[in-house]
Nanobody, 121 residues
Framework: QVQLAESGGGLVQAGGSLRLSCAAS????????KGWFRQAPGKEREFVAA????????YYSDSVKGRFTISRDNARNTVDLQMNSLKSEDTAVYYC??????????????WGQGTQVTVSS
């Protein structure tokens, strides 16, 4: 059974940092793109960042560019999201995803359950 499990969410003050991690199990996703999406209360789920299967290409939404960094470890079947300089508007449930296509147009096939990130101002 395929499972994506996020960890690392929590409560942090504005300006602080958090690191999210997503571990895949059930199969290898080394040939898939991986990404992070988020959904704030009352809003639609939105793209945050994605990384190609090799890790050589990344893509970020304008709202997080320069503050967030996505990385992956194919040996461990994981994808991480380092979030720095957090703002209150980053508060959301963060979901990891695995899918196809280049990072800029990644189409998710699998989703994690989500992890809450709350940034207090």
């Amino acid at each position: 059974q395929v499972q994506l499990a996020e960890s690392g969410g929590g409560l942090v003050q504005a300006g602080g940092s958090l690191r999210l991690s997503c571990a895949a199990s059930g199969r290898s996703f080394n040939s898939y793109a991986k990404g992070w999406f988020r959904q704030a209360p009352g809003k639609e789920r939105e793209f945050v960042a994605a990384i190609s299967w090799s890790g050589s290409n990344t893509y970020y939404s304008d709202s997080v560019k320069g503050r967030f960094t996505i990385s992956r470890d194919n040996a461990r079947n994981t994808v991480d999201l380092q979030m720095n300089s957090l703002k209150s508007e980053d508060t959301a449930v963060y979901y990891c995803a695995v899918g196809w296509g280049p990072p800029a147009t990644m189409a998710p096939d699998y989703w994690g359950q989500g992890t809450q990130v709350t940034v207090s101002s």
